[in-house]
């Protein structure tokens, strides 16, 4: 969610209030893997501003705000970017942007997107040449909301669905055959960035996270729909926008792992290190979206309670994020394959993936 000045300017005098965090220097620093210009040159003219983020297999596809519905496409080393598909008709505002899995009857590496305001979900065919409105049945007030967040369950819990937030509070799960069961509700919040807690995430342990910009803090929610204000368990994060699980596997090889975050509205996407978080594995990451030099904060289960820590800022104004693992890319190569590859760019290489 963007944030007009005025609101930004007294937001920031009281979020000291819900952001009791540990002061650190912090392991997380970032780079830039998408330039702006290269944003730009591809979508101009129209708003280029980076908001959507996704990992697609053989390519990233991204989103800009606010009033162009044409996403784009950069190759794996964040170059050559082009658009992706044709616009969204009728879109704006912001269009957040997820890959599927291959898993639960949904394709592999599609891209699926938020139509923008009253207007649900959008689908792509992984090289775009197929795009189309993915409507839903059951939950049919999914159709007409404002999709805030996608997130496809790589663990089973949630039936390798889809789940989906939105503005109005709501989280939807969401069956391949486009079958939609309201999961639970948050009244009175915006409910954005969404993802998946690995079993050792405390009392929420395998259940799905999503953030609240709005609340200032984190809410589970179980396979049951019940619903949980990690505010209070301590968990209290000013303008929490994002939330991403650092993957228990991160660090096991390949020049793509990492995180990598949306920095609105002109520093382009931005890339932390794997080796960053060699010692959070397991951890929520979230971003607070402050307008600049927006926060970093690591939430740790300690086995006892929860232990919030500054660990990085982003260059400018957080959006989207998310992680990549070797698992997700694909197996490991062969040392001298790996060298060969990163001699020509990772030109022609295919891959495989589970999630963000």
Same mark, same amino acid.
């Given at each position: 969610m963007l944030l007009n000045n005025r609101f930004l300017a007294s937001l920031c005098v009281c979020v000291s209030s819900v952001l009791?965090?540990?002061?650190?220097? @912090?392991?997380? !620093?970032?780079?830039?893997?998408?330039? =702006?210009? @290269?944003?730009?040159?591809?979508?101009?003219?129209?708003?280029t501003s980076v908001i959507g983020f996704a990992f697609a297999g053989n390519k990233f596809v991204g989103s800009v705000y606010p009033n162009n519905s044409q996403l784009y496409q950069t190759n794996l080393s964040g170059g050559a970017v082009t658009k992706?598909?044709?616009?969204?008709?009728?879109?704006?505002?912001?269009?957040?942007?997820?890959?599927?899995?291959?898993?639960? @009857?949904?394709?592999? +590496?599609? /891209?699926?997107?938020?139509?923008?305001?009253?207007?649900?979900?959008?689908?792509?065919?992984n090289n775009g040449a197929v795009q189309g409105a993915f409507l839903v049945t059951g939950a049919t007030s999914l159709n007409t909301q404002y999709v805030k967040g996608i997130a496809f369950d790589p663990f089973g819990n949630y039936g390798n669905d889809m789940l989906v937030t939105t503005d109005a509070g709501n989280i939807y799960k969401v069956n391949s055959a486009g079958v939609a069961t309201l999961l639970a509700s948050v009244p009175?919040?915006?409910?954005?960035? /969404?993802?998946?807690?690995p079993a050792g995430f405390g009392p929420v342990g395998g259940q799905v996270v999503v953030a609240s910009e709005s609340a200032n803090t984190l809410f589970a929610i179980s396979t049951a729909g019940v619903v949980t204000n990690l #505010?209070?368990?301590?968990?209290?994060?000013?303008?929490?926008?994002? /939330?991403?699980?650092?993957?228990?596997?991160?660090?096991?090889?390949?020049?793509?792992?990492?995180?990598?975050a949306a920095a609105y509205p002109s520093s382009g996407i931005q890339k932390a290190a794997a080796s960053d978080f060699a010692g959070l594995l397991?951890?929520?990451?979230?971003?607070?979206?402050?307008? *600049?030099?927006?926060?970093? !904060?690591?939430? +740790?289960?300690?086995? !006892? #309670?929860?232990?919030? !820590?500054?660990?990085?800022?982003?260059?400018?104004?957080a959006e989207d994020g998310?992680?990549?693992? =070797?698992?997700?890319? *694909?197996?490991?190569?062969?040392?001298?394959?790996?060298?060969?590859?990163?001699? /020509?760019?990772?030109a022609g290489l295919g891959f495989s993936r589970r999630k963000h």
């Open positions: 009791p965090v540990t002061v650190s220097a @912090g392991p997380v !620093t970032f780079n830039t893997f998408v330039q =702006q210009s @290269g944003i730009n040159a591809a979508l101009s003219p129209g708003d992706f598909g044709s616009p969204i008709p009728g879109a704006s505002n912001e269009l957040y942007v997820s890959s599927s899995l291959g898993l639960g @009857g949904f394709p592999n +590496h599609d /891209i699926y997107a938020s139509a923008g305001p009253g207007a649900g979900l959008y689908h792509f065919s009175g919040q915006v409910v954005e960035g /969404i993802d998946f807690a #505010s209070t368990l301590g968990v209290a994060i000013g303008a929490a926008e994002e /939330i991403g699980f650092v993957p228990l596997n991160l660090g096991s090889g390949g020049p793509l792992e990492g995180f990598y397991g951890d929520a990451i979230v971003t607070s979206e402050f307008g *600049g030099a927006d926060p970093v !904060t690591d939430v +740790h289960w300690n086995g !006892t #309670s929860f232990v919030l !820590t500054l660990v990085g800022n982003l260059p400018a104004q998310i992680f990549v693992t =070797q698992a997700i890319i *694909g197996p490991p190569l062969p040392e001298p394959a790996t060298m060969a590859l990163l001699g /020509i760019g990772l």
